[in-house]
Structures are given as C-alpha cells and as structure tokens.
C-alpha cells in the first residue's frame, strides 16, 4: 500500500494508546522482517548496517565506503522489505550527505518505491574529531539530514530522526520531523558489537535531555531511543521507568545478536551430538554456561524479577562465579551506578508505576516496589523526584482526570 504520513502517525499513536511503547526493527534481510512482524514489531527501518549485518560484519560498516548505501538499501528494501512487510510502514534509511544525489528528486524516488517515510542513516552524527571537522569543511554536515527531512515532510512522507543532542532534537522538530529518536550509539553485545558504549545511566540521562528539548518545541512528537547500551528487555524497561520514551528500535539486538546465539549453539549442539532430541540437556547447559559469562545482564535479570525481596549483591556474585569486587567493578561499568544506586532506582520505578493506579495505599506501595519501611521510601522517593509520595499520587489522579 502506498503510505502518507498522517496514516503512519494515525498508526504509530494507536498501538501507543493501546500498549503504551511501540517498536521499531532495522532489518537486513526478508526473513527477519517477516518474523519481527510475526513478533509485534510496529514498523520497519531498511538501514544499509543491517545488510552489512547480514554478511557478518559490524554495523559500523554502513558508514565506511564499501557500497553505494543509498542504492544498496532501495535494492533490499524494494527486493525483500516492502514484500515482506504488508500493512507495515518501513521507513528507508536514507544517507542525505551523498553528494551524488539530488534530495529532491531521490526522496521522489523513495516514495514511489512504496517506502512511507525517511530516517537519517547513516547519520554524520556518530562520526566525532577531526574526521567530522573535515567533512563540515566540505558540506558534508549534520544540515543536511535535516534538509533532507524537511523536504521528506514537504512532501507528506513520515520522517525519523536520529539526534544525539537536544539541539539536533529542536532542530529536526523545526524541520517537521514526526518521530524523534535518541540514537545512543552502536548497540553493544555479542561477537562483533561495540566495546565502547555508553552506560545504561548515562543513556538515560542522555535520552532525557533530548525528551525534554522536545516536548519545549513539539508535546506530541513520537519519542524513541536506539542502539547504545540497550540490548535486551531488562534494559529497556529501565529506560521505560527512568524516561519518556514512547518505544525503542533495534537492529543488533533483534537480529544479529540472537542469531548469533541461536546459530552458534545449535552448531556445537550438532556437532557434539548429531542427534539434538537425545541432547537438548547438553544444550540447555552450554546456554545456561553462556548466559553467565554476562554478569551484569544476570544482575540486571535479577532485579527484575527479585526486586520486591532482599537482594544481596554478595550472593549474586557467588551464584556468578566471580569475586564481588569484580562483579561490582563490571556492574558500575557497564551501567554507570553502583549496584545499590541501580536496586533503588528501580524500586522507585516500580512504586511510581503503581502509584499511577487509583486506591492503593501508599504504605502498601512501599512494599510491593520493595521498600521495607515507608519512611525509607518516602525519603528516597522525594531525593530522587523533588516530590514526597502523596504529592506524586495526587500528580497520578490528575493526570488521569485530564484524560
């Protein structure tokens, strides 16, 4: 179907209403669109790093000159994506730098193919120093996405930015972009993805400075957050709690990062065996082996589930396997707090999603978030939100009245 830009915003806000986040899936190839729809995926991102993905490499590859990415995306897109995809709008990642093209006249292009909309991939944004100096110099700038999105808009085609800062975030709002997406940085996780990442604290409070730039300029824009530190769903919950996002879009995290769990243990299992039925014992094992040597992920999945108990980080760290001066160091690491820090927020998170329903008594919220005394929650809560507990409660019910 051929898609105009209010039918996908009509869309997008409807499963918003309805389930409360939406999600978006950067897919390299037919068969991971066709299952991530299978999934509940939202809407779909063509982006040239996930047919780079699909060859085994690192996402980073989309911003190298290995490929013509603007023609290697309609070529994918057009070919497996679009097919694969009926009644989903998939938005065509669109590298708006290339001094090949004319904008105007290839976004006329990308909207006969049957795309519904634009995103800003790749985006000069991930590229930092005297590299990113250099193509300023010469015109290849950050402007020009939002150009690009300007005319994506002129011309009633949906339009996903990328941001990495509140001013790129006003920016592309001033430009008329319909969904605003906190791009956090390479997702990191698996074999190939990125060391370097932000943690998941610091993409939170990165996200959050974005969120609040546009709800000055735009309310009612679509708020999303990509990539960075957010791997699996316990880390997205965290982002839920602790931000306004509206939703999350993947690409590693939906493709690379389980097939290459997927495909790597189904291997040695068949290997070790040849009779997978007679062996599934053997490869629930290797999983459960693997799935420790992620520390911080356990701890994370942990909490997640024990929060309303006693959690020890000492006994976590004994169920790990490792000393818990290491485990600690890993944790504050990765997720940029300590684990204590961590623990407390999420039981606030927890308490200020029960709170948001009528007639629950506040003492009774403390010990379902996990809290043992009331005025150890209530101070915590009015540290980490300026408000005490009845404030925050009273807040809720007129929210709710408002709807």
């Known amino acids: 179907m051929a898609w105009q830009r209010e039918q996908v915003l009509s869309k997008l806000k409807t499963q918003i209403r309805i389930h409360g986040h939406i999600i978006g899936v950067a897919a390299g190839a037919g068969i991971t669109a066709k299952y991530a729809l299978k999934g509940g995926a939202d809407m779909l991102l063509a982006l040239n790093s996930g047919r780079f993905r699909q060859m085994g490499q690192s996402s980073l590859a989309g911003w190298l000159p290995f490929a013509n990415c603007n023609e290697l995306v309609m070529e994918f897109g057009t070919r497996e994506i679009i097919p694969a995809a009926p009644g989903v709008p998939v938005i065509f990642g669109l590298n708006a730098t290339d001094p090949t093209i004319d904008l105007e006249q290839y976004i006329g292009r990308i909207s006969a193919w049957g795309f519904a909309g634009i995103n800003n991939f790749p985006t000069v944004g991930m ?30 085609l949906f339009t996903l930015a990328f941001v990495f800062d509140a001013r790129q975030a006003t920016a592309m709002l001033q430009a008329g972009a319909d969904l605003i997406c906190a791009h956090l940085g390479l997702t990191k996780g698996g074999y190939i993805g990125a060391k370097k990442v932000l943690s998941l604290h610091s993409a939170q409070l990165v996200a959050a400075e974005i969120f609040q730039a546009c709800d000055q300029v735009n309310p009612d824009v679509i708020k999303m957050i990509y990539g960075g530190p957010v791997k699996t769903p316990t880390d997205l919950n965290f982002m839920y709690n602790n931000t306004k996002t509206m939703g999350y879009i993947g690409g590693s995290s939906f493709e690379r990062i389980p097939s290459e769990d997927a495909i790597t243990n189904i291997t040695r299992a068949f290997k070790q065996t040849g009779d997978l039925e007679q062996d599934e014992l053997l490869v629930k094992m290797i999983e459960g082996v693997k799935k420790h040597y992620d ?7 942990y909490v997640a589930v024990n929060y309303r108990n006693e959690v020890l980080f000492s006994d976590l760290a004994k169920v790990a396997h490792v000393s818990r001066s290491h485990l600690s160091a890993l944790f504050k690491k990765e997720v940029g707090c300590t684990f204590p820090e961590y623990l407390v927020q999420f039981r606030i998170s927890k308490a200020k999603e029960i709170m948001k329903v009528n007639n629950i008594r506040l003492n009774e919220v403390a010990n379902m978030a996990g809290f043992k005394d009331y005025a150890h929650f209530s101070k915590t809560l009015k540290r980490l939100t300026g408000i005490s507990p009845e404030q925050y409660q009273q807040h809720c019910k007129n929210a709710d009245n408002r709807i």
């Open 127 to 156: 590229i930092d120093g005297q590299f990113r100096e250099a193509l300023e110099e010469d015109g290849i700038a950050y402007e020009r996405e939002v150009e690009a999105v300007s005319i994506a808009h002129a011309r009633n």
């Open 295 to 301: 520390y911080v992920d356990f701890v994370k999945e």
